[in-house]
């Protein structure tokens, strides 16, 4: 019986074994698309305590907390951090075969050289031994240790992103650092046309990008002054997140009067919303292409269902859910007419729902060519979907129907500087499956042929992409 979470954790064969050690474990990581602060960085933050590193801001914790009948004071309310993460531990052994599980035991091994079972009887040394580790530790240590190449953060157009100025320049405290910080392009609120804040948000805008926006043209330069501004400060790539993918086309007066409508507050029929939105996205994505950027797209995640937690708390506090909509004719739709258009630029999707994966993947081989390779991704299994199975699922589809080996792989997409372990974790799960091919004859048993292909999904493949 192997050790719980011992030395070979998810290594079932000795090619996965080679393969890990020996390749994947050595790679840097690239972690292109994550939700980290850029000010934490720039001010090579020091954790107080192990609940700040390892729960605020983490979501994905605060569910299984409330599912634990953990009371919101203990998870974002102001109780005394000890004895939140008291409450964290009391979750924990409940979560058998949830990969926060995993997750929770990897972070106090990798990054505190813990060991401990979580539970009650070792809540007290976990925390003090914890807590000793951190009062040595910045965000600084952290990248070098786990080898941090390149941060993708995750901007809005309105930012000044003077952090990322900072970082660049080597005059925010955390000095030099071999970790790339850039920006990345996510114009959400100027798509999201029916939330009530939208004309507000413009008006922000107008302020960052000094153009004066009195119709869908002048909204149209704002974003592409800012995609000019983002790119001087290294950006590589955009992102949006769509629950549904639009697809309505109309003409560009139309729009304009749509545009101007919701700048007065008056109501919109989802028609128009939709117009609104395919004009937008078709902008964007020819903006992109010539901006030489990889346009992200996350799908079908339902946000903000229980609205009494969200006037209270906010987004993105754990009340997101899988969707479950037909996205692909109108995708198809999209890509066609901008294709039609120009040309379209690399693209990573990403699904919530898995059952759009063998879909997707059928379409974006539509739209691969030009002689770049893997220009079209489907992206790593995400967020309710970054688990074993999910991720074991991801990865055979995504070989049954493209090319794995040109798979950019893993991403955080994370608010919390514990999850580079994430990286292992998928690693450990991409080498044992290849590692099981090999052993059942079904690829050549040539380690240095399947190591290249390791290292290129962990590493290479992703730093092309996104430089390239």
Known sequence: MKTFMGEDFLLCSETAKTLFYNYANKCAIFDYHCHL???EIAENKKFKNLTEI???GDH???RMMRANGVEEKFITGDADDYYKFMAWVKTVPNLIGN?????SHLELQRYFNIYEVINEDNADTIWKKANEKLDNMTVKDILKKFKVHTIGTT???IDNLEYHKLIN????KIGNIDTKVVPSFRPDKAINIEMSDFSDYVKKLEEASKINIIDIKSLIEALYNRVDYFKSLGCVSSDCS???IPFNFDNEKIIDDIFKKAMNKEILSNEEIEKYKTYMLLKLIKKYRESNLVMQIHISAMRNNNEVMFKKIGADTGFDSIGDSNIIEKLSLLLKTANNEGGLPKIIFYSLNKKDYYPLLTLMGCFQGEGIKGKMQLGSAWWFLDNKDAIEEQIKILANTASLGLFVGMLTDSRSFLSYSRHEYFRRILCNIIGEWAEN??????IKYLGNIIENICFNNTNIYFNS
Request: charged share 25%; hydrophobic share 25%.
């Open 441 to 446: 004859g079904e690829v050549p048993n040539d």
């Open 169 to 172: 320049e080597g005059k925010s």
């Open 60 to 62: 994905y914790k605060w």
């Open 242 to 244: 769509l629950y549904v």
């Open 54 to 56: 390892w729960l605020y």
């Open 99 to 103: 990969p926060l599980y995993h997750w």
């Open 155 to 157: 901007d809005d157009p």
């Open 37 to 39: 602060n850029p000010k």
